[in-house]
């Protein structure tokens, strides 16, 4: 049963511009586990071309001459929606989340607040001058530093969006960084998160008619050649996020001239050095590092897979496991996992089971891990090679004698590093930053930090809105 003053249907599409769609209703997860019905709309070749004529109409009346800022203040209005505990919309989209998307209901709560405050005015202010100093390059020519020559900067007239579905909110994201550059969008939402984005446009209809008209947001089986033959034909940029064969699947549909950004699998991992492993210390980094794993249920290209700890501190690496596993506990009280797949919980009791039998054999290993279900589990493993985590708050901790090991150690994930979190002292981890940098990794912080970047960070190591747009150059 929905809850009370919610929905029990939910348009999972946003197709301003053409006739009410055919829909067909789908029912998220188990037979029986929730009465939420999402309408999927039903389209066609011709209607996609109907659309997309639509949408470029929409930008070149409303949004291609919309001063940047003006941009900018709408989706902030809609930000401060979601933020609102009281508004419909976020209880509308807490809701459907959790009953889509299997995470929890205080997991829900924690993504949309730190989503939703990257996509407020000020956030995307901070961003457009991060990546263009004088953002107004976007409304006009501006000129440059020396002054002998104006520059303007131009997103292309319509990007295609293809989303994944493992972090609620990242569709968004996406979305308005080309709006933000004066792109129209169609975005193309993925089963295993399909609402967060249409609620979005509809708000931001809602808001400002002409911007919500430049947007547009359905669902289709990816790979459906007659559809994505229209839209990658139209698109002047095309952004997919997924697996490698996801990327390169739409990568070799996309044609050459056109601009396109893949943001692929990607893994994260934690190192705590030995001064921080003083008792009290040690046991803060360990409850920053328990959230880290805990927020989107460790879904995230951001979520770490497992900790190096260094030898060598007041508390040893296996202590530290200990201590990590009681933190992991205590925020599952608070920010309890959601629903795992049959699949995904046997592959947590396949490492758990290895793990018992490698202590058994006296390999040095140890298990901490949640009595009775599959909720959390840390591992303290003395192997010091980089094994991935099955996810679903699953994490490793391992020793290193020193950090000159770690280059040898991470070079196999090089290509796929993003986000290192360090625990140390400054003077640390600063060569520590630039070994890492050389080795592939694209972003370096804190270990409390992992989980929210800062909306001007480099995305998997590059500008989200620079590499949108073309420049003009006026001497």
Known sequence: MAAIGLPAE???????????????????????????????????PPLLVRLIDGLLDART????????????????????????????????AAFGLREVTGLSGPVIEQVIDGMAADWKEDALLDLLTAEFGDFHVLDEFAP?????????????????HVFSGNVPGVSVTSVIRSLLTKSAVLGKTATAEPILAPLFASALAAEDAALG??????????????????AFERAGAVIVYGGRETVEAVRARVAPGTTFLGYGHRVSFGIVL???????????????????????????????????VEDGGEVSAREWCSM????????????PRGRVAPGEAAAIQAARTEAEFAHLSDR?????????????????????????????????????LEVAQLPDLIRP??????????????????????????????????????AWPPPEWHHDGRPPLADLVRWCDWE
């Open 10 to 44: 939910l348009d999972a599409f946003h197709l301003p511009g053409i006739p009410p769609p055919s829909t067909t209703t789908w029912s998220p997860g188990d037979e029986g586990r929730t009465s939420l019905r999402l309408r999927v709309a039903q389209l066609t």
């Open 364 to 400: 040095g290993q140890e298990l901490h891990a949640s009595k009775g279900d599959t909720a959390w589990t840390a591992i303290f493993d003395p192997d010091p090679t980089f094994n991935p985590s099955c996810l679903n708050r699953l994490v490793r901790v391992k020793p290193i």
């Open 61 to 92: 009346t409303h949004l291609a001459e919309k001063p940047v800022e003006e941009i900018a203040a709408a989706i902030g209005r809609v930000a401060s929606r979601f933020l609102d505990p009281a508004s419909e919309l976020r209880r509308t």
């Open 213 to 230: 008209a430049c947007l547009s947001i359905a669902y289709w089986p990816g790979g459906e050649p007659a559809l994505e033959e229209v």
């Open 324 to 335: 990590l596993g009681t933190a992991m506990a205590e925020i599952e009280r608070v920010l």
């Open 413 to 450: 994930v090089a290509p796929v590093l993003q986000t290192v979190g360090i625990a140390g002292s400054p003077a640390r981890i600063a060569p520590l930053a630039d070994e890492l940098a050389r080795l592939g990794a694209s972003r370096i912080t804190a270990v409390g930090r992992m």
């Open 274 to 308: 030995k001064e921080l492993l003083e008792a009290p210390g040690a046991a803060e980094v360990a409850r920053a590092a328990a959230l880290a794993v805990a927020t989107f249920d460790q879904q995230g290209c951001v979520s770490p897979h497992l900790f190096y």
């Open 144 to 160: 440059t530093g020396s002054g002998q020559r104006r520059v303007r900067a131009f997103g292309p007239p319509l990007a295609v």
